[in-house]
C-alpha cells in the first residue's frame, strides 16, 4: 500500500491536537505588516494582528507561500511518503493553489506523485475537508479515490462567518466603503460565506449582535435532519470565553454533532474579519 501524506495551510485553523492525530503536516502564511514579515501562528496570532490594527489607520496582508516554498515542502514530504495530497484555501480568494500547482510542475517527475485539491473553501470549512481526507486515507483508500471523494465532498461543507462589522473587511478589499459605512451606521452585522467564486455577503442582521448570532444560528442549523452530524468546527476571532460558551450551549440545544472542534482563527483570517467574529463550519448530508 502507498504513503499517503495529507498536507493544508495553517489557514484551515486546525487544532494542534489533530494535527498530530492525523500527522497533517501545514505549510505557513506570512503576515506583512509596517513592522516587517511575520509567520502566521508561530510568531503572530489573531490577538496580535486585531491589536495592531483596531484603529484601521495600520495594515496588514496576508502573504501566501511562493512556488518554491511549496517546492521544497513537498520535495520534504517526498522523502517519506510515496503520495501527498494538499488540500489548498480556495482559488477564488487565494493565489495559494496557482503557487502550490506551480510548484509540482517545477519538480519535474517527482511532482507527478503531488496532488492539489481547490478545497473551495478557507479556515474550519477547509479543516473539515482535509480531516475528511485523512479519514479516508486512513480506511486505506488509494489517492485516486481519496481525490474523488473529496472533490464531492467538498461542495457539500459551509463554510460562514458572522462579523460584528465591515470595517476589518474594507480595510482589506474585500467589501465596499458603501457597504462598511451603511453597516456602521445602521448596525448591521455581515455573514459572509465561501463558493467557488471566493467570499462573498451572503446575509446581513440587524441590530443587537447577541441576537443576530441567534439568527445566525438558527439559519445554519435550523433544518438538522440535512447536517451530516459527524464533525463541526468552530472558529473564532476576538471573542471572550463566555461569548464562546453561550454559542456552544446554544448550538448544543439545535445539534448534537459527533465530533465537535474548536480553535481560535489564523491571524490571516483574522486580520480579514476582524474581532466578535466566528463560523459554524460543517457539511450537509450527501443525496
Same mark, same amino acid.
Given at each position: 500500500m502507498r504513503k499517503i501524506?495529507? #498536507?493544508? &495551510?495553517?489557514? =484551515? +485553523?486546525?487544532?494542534?491536537?489533530?494535527?498530530?492525530?492525523?500527522?497533517?503536516?501545514?505549510?505557513?502564511?506570512?503576515?506583512?505588516?509596517?513592522?516587517?514579515?511575520?509567520?502566521? #501562528?508561530? &510568531?503572530?496570532? =489573531? +490577538?496580535?494582528?486585531?491589536?495592531?490594527?483596531?484603529?484601521?489607520?495600520?495594515?496588514?496582508?496576508s502573504v501566501v507561500p511562493n512556488a518554491n516554498e511549496f517546492k521544497n515542502f513537498f520535495r520534504k514530504k517526498l522523502e517519506d511518503y510515496d503520495e501527498v495530497i494538499h488540500i489548498c484555501i480556495g482559488a477564488g480568494i487565494s493565489v495559494t493553489v496557482e503557487n502550490a500547482t506551480m510548484a509540482k510542475t517545477k519538480l519535474g517527475i517527482d511532482g507527478r506523485r503531488i496532488h492539489i485539491i481547490d478545497s473551495q473553501s478557507l479556515s474550519g470549512g477547509q479543516g473539515i475537508i482535509v480531516m475528511e481526507a485523512c479519514k479516508c486515507r486512513d480506511n486505506g483508500m488509494s489517492s485516486e479515490e481519496i481525490i474523488a471523494h473529496i472533490e464531492q465532498y467538498k461542495l457539500r461543507v459551509q463554510t460562514t462567518f458572522l462579523a460584528n462589522n465591515a470595517d476589518y473587511l474594507y480595510y482589506n478589499g474585500k467589501v465596499s466603503k458603501a457597504v462598511m459605512k451603511l453597516c456602521k451606521t445602521l448596525h448591521l452585522h455581515p455573514v459572509l460565506a465561501m463558493s467557488e467564486k471566493g467570499l462573498a455577503l451572503r446575509w446581513i442582521y440587524i441590530g443587537n449582535y447577541e441576537k443576530a448570532g441567534i439568527r445566525y444560528m438558527k439559519k445554519l442549523l435550523g433544518k438538522h435532519h440535512k447536517i451530516d452530524t459527524s464533525a463541526c468546527m468552530l472558529v473564532y476571532a476576538g471573542c471572550n470565553h463566555e461569548m464562546i460558551e453561550q454559542i456552544k450551549t446554544r448550538m448544543g440545544e439545535m445539534v448534537q454533532f459527533e465530533h465537535f472542534l474548536e480553535n481560535t482563527a489564523s491571524a490571516t483570517v483574522s486580520c480579514n474579519c476582524g474581532p466578535l467574529t466566528y463560523g459554524i463550519l460543517f457539511a450537509h448530508k450527501g443525496e
Open positions: 501524506a495529507i #498536507t493544508t &495551510e495553517c489557514v =484551515a +485553523d486546525l487544532p494542534k491536537a489533530v494535527l498530530q492525530k492525523y500527522e497533517i503536516d501545514i505549510i505557513y502564511f506570512d503576515i506583512a505588516t509596517e513592522g516587517g514579515l511575520f509567520r502566521d #501562528t508561530d &510568531e503572530v496570532d =489573531a +490577538d496580535n494582528i486585531m491589536e495592531y490594527m483596531i484603529d484601521g489607520k495600520k495594515k496588514a496582508q
